[in-house]
């Protein structure tokens, strides 16, 4: 009878620790949430009927599909990324994301890890051209960075996204393939990382179309 006391008090302690650890990650996360919506830039877009907002997957119907990706599951939690508004310019198809990067992100303390910055500049750049092509889907063939400075962790950053279309050149030729450059930045305007990115929808290969609000 002790034995079996002991065990569920050992069952209740370790519930009661869980729920302790899970209290504390979403009161940062909201927290983060908050903040991140209080920026100037967020507000300024948020009130400007040219830019249509969104966060990042909140589109998605299913939570283990939200879960299984990178971005919003394993690195989702107030450690790495809880903040990911994007923001899409309905006239010039420009894309603006802003993120918290949290201290899990780092490769070297304190420095984000540049496989992260890699993965973030890709989705968001993709993200640009995916909006773009009519099957509503791609995939990255290529993706170029060149690292202009630290990027530091537990901050806001503003990643900009904007197709390459030559002048004149009509849109529906870049149905299938589209170049996009981009950049990471501080709040500050100071360039972290640039990035081109080419998306394409690839041939012979079947995908299934990108909800709204990807």
Known sequence: MLAGNSRAVH???R???????????LYHVSKIRDEGSALPLVRRLASDPTWKSWDAYSG??????VQSRLTSGPLGGSHGLPFQRVFRNTKTNEV???VYL???TAGWPGVVHGGALATLLDES???CAVLLFPARTGVTARLELQYRAPT???GFYVIRARPVIPEGEDLSKSDRKMWV???LETLHGKICVEAKALAVVPKGVKLKPLVEEF
């Open 11 to 13: 069952i209740c302690l």
């Open 15 to 25: 519930a009661a620790s869980t729920r302790f650890i899970q209290v504390p990650h």
């Open 60 to 65: 998605t119907q299913s939570a283990s599909i």
């Open 96 to 98: 603006i994301s802003v």
């Open 102 to 104: 949290g201290a899990a």
């Open 125 to 127: 750049l993709v993200r």
């Open 152 to 154: 530091l962790t537990s």
């Open 181 to 183: 450059e981009g950049t």
